[in-house]
Protein backbone atom coordinates (compact mmCIF):
# COMPACT_ATOMS: atom_id res chain seq x y z
CA UNK A 1 0.00 0.00 0.00
CA UNK A 2 2.55 2.66 0.98
CA UNK A 3 4.42 2.28 -2.77
CA UNK A 4 0.97 2.83 -4.38
CA UNK A 5 0.46 5.97 -2.08
CA UNK A 6 3.74 6.99 -2.75
CA UNK A 7 2.74 6.50 -6.76
CA UNK A 8 -0.38 8.26 -6.23
CA UNK A 9 1.53 10.85 -4.83
CA UNK A 10 3.94 11.64 -7.62
CA UNK A 11 0.63 11.08 -9.92
CA UNK A 12 -1.26 14.13 -8.40
CA UNK A 13 1.81 16.31 -8.01
CA UNK A 14 1.72 15.36 -11.93
CA UNK A 15 -1.27 16.68 -12.45
CA UNK A 16 -0.96 19.72 -10.71
CA UNK A 17 1.58 20.41 -13.13
CA UNK A 18 -0.19 20.12 -16.02
CA UNK A 19 -2.60 22.71 -14.69
CA UNK A 20 -1.20 25.71 -16.15
CA UNK A 21 -0.42 23.72 -19.29
CA UNK A 22 -4.67 22.88 -19.00
CA UNK A 23 -5.46 26.41 -18.61
CA UNK A 24 -3.96 27.80 -21.26
CA UNK A 25 -5.05 25.43 -23.60
CA UNK A 26 -9.20 26.64 -22.51
CA UNK A 27 -10.39 28.70 -25.59
CA UNK A 28 -12.93 30.74 -23.53
CA UNK A 29 -11.78 34.32 -25.69
CA UNK A 30 -11.20 37.16 -23.32
CA UNK A 31 -13.40 37.64 -19.90
CA UNK A 32 -11.80 40.75 -18.64
CA UNK A 33 -9.83 39.19 -15.90
CA UNK A 34 -7.18 37.18 -14.82
CA UNK A 35 -7.63 33.04 -14.54
CA UNK A 36 -7.23 32.99 -11.38
CA UNK A 37 -9.62 35.74 -10.79
CA UNK A 38 -12.22 33.84 -13.04
CA UNK A 39 -11.92 31.18 -10.66
CA UNK A 40 -13.17 33.31 -7.56
CA UNK A 41 -16.94 33.27 -9.90
CA UNK A 42 -17.35 29.61 -9.33
CA UNK A 43 -17.47 29.62 -5.31
CA UNK A 44 -19.61 32.94 -5.50
CA UNK A 45 -22.42 31.56 -8.01
CA UNK A 46 -22.34 27.93 -5.93
CA UNK A 47 -22.80 29.87 -2.85
CA UNK A 48 -24.11 32.79 -3.27
CA UNK A 49 -22.92 36.41 -2.10
CA UNK A 50 -19.87 36.43 0.21
CA UNK A 51 -17.48 38.96 1.64
CA UNK A 52 -14.43 39.48 0.60
CA UNK A 53 -12.67 37.61 3.44
CA UNK A 54 -15.23 34.70 3.37
CA UNK A 55 -14.05 34.26 -0.23
CA UNK A 56 -10.40 33.99 0.80
CA UNK A 57 -11.24 32.37 3.59
CA UNK A 58 -12.79 29.28 1.35
CA UNK A 59 -10.05 29.81 -1.53
CA UNK A 60 -7.32 29.08 1.19
CA UNK A 61 -5.27 32.67 -0.08
CA UNK A 62 -4.58 36.13 1.52
CA UNK A 63 -7.19 38.58 1.56
CA UNK A 64 -5.26 40.98 -0.21
CA UNK A 65 -4.85 39.01 -3.52
CA UNK A 66 -8.34 38.05 -3.41
CA UNK A 67 -9.22 42.22 -3.22
CA UNK A 68 -7.08 42.48 -6.24
CA UNK A 69 -8.70 39.76 -8.01
CA UNK A 70 -12.46 41.07 -6.90
CA UNK A 71 -11.30 44.22 -8.52
CA UNK A 72 -10.84 42.53 -11.41
CA UNK A 73 -13.97 40.83 -11.94
CA UNK A 74 -15.75 44.08 -10.75
CA UNK A 75 -14.05 46.18 -13.45
CA UNK A 76 -15.29 43.10 -16.13
CA UNK A 77 -18.27 43.56 -14.94
CA UNK A 78 -18.66 40.22 -13.68
CA UNK A 79 -19.48 40.40 -10.60
CA UNK A 80 -20.60 43.36 -8.41
CA UNK A 81 -20.25 45.12 -4.48
CA UNK A 82 -23.42 44.89 -2.42
CA UNK A 83 -24.62 46.29 0.80
CA UNK A 84 -25.00 43.01 3.30
CA UNK A 85 -27.88 42.89 4.69
CA UNK A 86 -25.99 41.55 7.91
CA UNK A 87 -23.50 44.40 8.29
CA UNK A 88 -24.23 47.45 6.32
CA UNK A 89 -21.24 49.34 6.39
CA UNK A 90 -19.54 45.71 4.70
CA UNK A 91 -20.11 44.73 1.29
CA UNK A 92 -20.56 41.18 -0.59
CA UNK A 93 -19.66 40.45 -3.81
CA UNK A 94 -22.23 38.85 -6.22
CA UNK A 95 -21.80 37.32 -9.70
CA UNK A 96 -23.48 39.62 -12.40
CA UNK A 97 -25.43 38.07 -15.54
CA UNK A 98 -22.36 38.19 -17.23
CA UNK A 99 -19.92 36.83 -14.53
CA UNK A 100 -22.50 33.71 -14.94
CA UNK A 101 -22.42 33.42 -18.88
CA UNK A 102 -18.40 32.89 -18.08
CA UNK A 103 -18.96 30.38 -15.21
CA UNK A 104 -20.76 28.76 -18.19
CA UNK A 105 -17.91 28.82 -21.05
CA UNK A 106 -15.40 28.14 -18.29
CA UNK A 107 -17.06 24.88 -17.89
CA UNK A 108 -17.76 24.24 -21.02
CA UNK A 109 -14.25 24.91 -21.76
CA UNK A 110 -13.25 22.04 -19.69
CA UNK A 111 -15.89 19.97 -20.66
CA UNK A 112 -14.46 19.93 -24.15
CA UNK A 113 -11.04 19.29 -23.00
CA UNK A 114 -11.60 16.67 -21.24
CA UNK A 115 -13.79 14.83 -23.17
CA UNK A 116 -10.71 15.37 -26.43
CA UNK A 117 -8.63 13.36 -23.32
CA UNK A 118 -10.70 10.98 -22.49
CA UNK A 119 -12.09 10.42 -26.00
CA UNK A 120 -10.66 6.56 -25.82
CA UNK A 121 -12.31 5.61 -22.88
CA UNK A 122 -15.35 3.93 -22.57
CA UNK A 123 -17.73 5.61 -20.88
CA UNK A 124 -18.31 3.01 -17.96
CA UNK A 125 -14.42 3.67 -17.66
CA UNK A 126 -15.00 7.54 -17.17
CA UNK A 127 -18.34 6.96 -14.48
CA UNK A 128 -15.83 4.45 -13.04
CA UNK A 129 -13.12 7.16 -12.46
CA UNK A 130 -15.30 10.02 -12.05
CA UNK A 131 -17.00 8.11 -8.62
CA UNK A 132 -13.74 7.31 -7.61
CA UNK A 133 -12.39 10.79 -7.79
CA UNK A 134 -14.74 12.23 -6.48
CA UNK A 135 -14.95 10.42 -3.52
CA UNK A 136 -11.00 10.94 -3.45
CA UNK A 137 -11.62 14.62 -3.14
CA UNK A 138 -14.32 14.16 -0.51
CA UNK A 139 -11.68 11.75 1.83
CA UNK A 140 -9.28 14.66 1.14
CA UNK A 141 -11.22 17.67 2.18
CA UNK A 142 -12.69 15.55 4.96
CA UNK A 143 -8.82 14.93 6.83
CA UNK A 144 -8.36 18.56 5.95
CA UNK A 145 -11.41 19.83 7.58
CA UNK A 146 -10.32 17.21 10.38
CA UNK A 147 -6.73 19.30 10.40
CA UNK A 148 -7.25 22.69 11.21
CA UNK A 149 -3.48 23.25 10.56
CA UNK A 150 -3.17 21.85 7.54
CA UNK A 151 -2.73 24.69 4.76
CA UNK A 152 -2.63 24.49 0.88
CA UNK A 153 -0.63 27.54 1.16
CA UNK A 154 1.96 26.07 3.36
CA UNK A 155 1.71 22.53 1.86
CA UNK A 156 2.64 21.62 -2.06
Given at each position: ????????????????????????????G?????????????P?R????????D??E?K????????R???Q???????R?E???????????????????A??R??E?R?????Q????????????F?????E???L????LRL??T?S?????
Amino acid sequence: MEQDTARLADEIARFVRSGARFRGMLKVGDLGAEFSALMLLLPLRAQGPMRVTDLAEIKQADPSTISRQVAQLVKAGLARREADPVDGRASRLAVTEAGEAACDRLREARVALLAQALDGWPADRVAVFTDMFEEFNNLIEAHLRLDPTASPRENP
